[in-house]
């Protein structure tokens, strides 16, 4: 078996609200709405572009026009890293990972344009066998058939496989796709938003769920949930 840890991207690998929100606000501001904190912006992440957009425009008592979204992306992409930085401890956990010969996959309800533009610019792009993108197949997370397709795009089986996340998108898609899950605890989501019972942190397995509270965990987190422990299993992804 060769392992596979799938990651969510912002709020699991990547701090992207900076970006999130500047962009957020040049559409509000654009039209005349006040713009959104980095907390508030946070709070609204996870269920890509359009839903980001729904709830801004809700909470200032307007539903989007057709060209909020187009505009949205287009602007992004442009500037996908300005102010976006990865999560201490990502690139030397996925680095003790790659060397014990296991594979990545970023399953993520943004556009896979502007998510895989955003990995490159952070210099980690090379480290993943697929990019499964909001826009990417038929359905995306919480939907299970969106990790299964990512890990089908990977040459990866559910059986090889752990998900990383910090939304319960990420949670409720792994347990469908009958996936153990990482719940990334440094991220946007509320552990007690989490689709199972009372969690605790630490590495404490609850309901299916184990929580980490930093990337450094990680490595052995999901080498233990697989029970491969953290050493050579094959070669480098």
């Not at 990865?86 to 790659?98: D, F, I, S």
């Amino acid at each position: 078996m060769r392992p596979i840890l799938v990651c969510d991207l912002d709020g699991t690998l990547v701090d992207t609200v900076p970006d999130l929100a500047a962009i957020l606000n040049q559409v509000m501001g654009a039209r005349g709405l006040a713009p959104f904190g980095l907390a508030e912006t946070a709070a609204m992440v996870g269920d890509g572009v359009a839903a980001l957009l729904d709830r801004a425009f809700a909470a200032r008592g307007r539903d989007p026009d057709p060209a909020a979204v187009g505009e949205y992306i287009a602007a992004y992409g442009a500037r996908p890293d300005a102010e976006s930085r990865l999560y201490p401890g990502v690139a030397e956990g996925l680095a003790a990972l790659g060397a014990a010969g296991w594979r990545f996959a970023v399953c993520t309800n943004k556009p896979e344009a502007p998510a895989r533009a955003l990995l490159a610019a952070l210099g980690i792009g090379g480290r993943f066998a697929a990019v499964g993108g909001g826009d990417s197949f038929p359905t995306r997370k919480p939907d299970p058939g969106h990790l299964r397709a990512t890990l089908a795009a990977a040459g990866a089986a559910a059986a090889e496989a752990v998900m990383l996340g910090d939304h319960p998108n990420d949670l409720a898609a792994a347990r469908g796709a009958g996936v153990p899950a990482i719940f990334a605890a440094w991220g946007y989501g509320r552990v007690a938003e989490a689709p199972v019972g009372g969690v605790t942190v630490g590495g404490v397995t609850v309901g299916g769920v184990t929580v980490a509270r930093r990337f450094a965990e990680v490595p052995a987190l999901a080498a233990g949930l697989l029970g491969v422990g953290l050493h050579r299993s094959g070669p480098r992804p």
